[in-house]
């Protein structure tokens, strides 16, 4: 058997790269032909968007006026170009996109969207609706979440590297999409 991300019929576009090979997931924005069709980032809706690489991660901040939507809308956007709404796994990432955020948008640190949100029977906050919970659970607003049902999603807040819960389908707020550049 050839090593994975290897083609034997010559339509591997890069047996050096795991990430390129016929019927690969197109990583959107990255540059690269990743599944080896001829084109290049095809099918991605590009709204201008911020993008940032770091840690093996690319980061969409999608910050403009025009770029505003409500999380489930933001949700969508970013699964629509192959990505999830951003995941802080521990305080240096949290550091890291609260900092990135002030820059992006000149230092107004108005909220993003991030993928944590409680939807469900279990009443749970968990990531991208995965179920999986936050292994690092960052400081909340005083007063948050609410106990009040609506205020189900939750933001970068604006006063520091906190999160702070929002009503899903009423507010319209920048947001922050990721993807793995892992193979």
């Known amino acids: 058997d050839p090593p994975e991300g290897v083609a034997l019929d010559g339509t591997d576009c890069d047996d050096g790269d795991a990430r390129r090979f016929p019927g690969a997931r197109e990583i959107c924005f990255d540059g690269i032909d990743n599944n080896c069709d ?7 809706v ?16 999608c910050n403009r006026h025009d770029h505003r939507r409500n999380w ?10 192959g990505m999830e709404l951003t995941v802080a796994d521990d305080l240096g990432e ?15 640190r108005r909220a993003f969207w ?25 400081p909340w607003l005083p007063g948050d979440p609410p106990a009040d049902p609506g205020f189900d ?6 006063a520091g590297p906190q ?5 899903c389908d009423i507010d319209r707020r920048r947001f922050i999409c990721e993807t793995s550049l892992s193979p």
């Open 38 to 44: 001829g084109r290049i980032d095809e099918d991605c």
């Open 46 to 61: 590009d709204l201008g968007c911020a993008r940032i690489q770091r840690g093996g991660y690319l980061h969409i901040f």
């Open 72 to 81: 489930n809308q933001a949700r969508d956007y970013c699964r629509q170009i």
């Open 94 to 108: 949290h550091e890291y996109l609260w900092a990135q955020a002030g820059i992006e948008t000149g230092g107004d």
């Open 114 to 138: 991030i993928g944590l949100n409680r939807q469900g029977e279990a009443n749970e906050w968990t990531w991208n609706e995965t179920g999986i919970g936050p292994a690092y659970v960052a």
């Open 153 to 158: 999603c939750a933001v970068l807040a604006t």
């Open 163 to 167: 999160w702070q819960a929002q009503r």
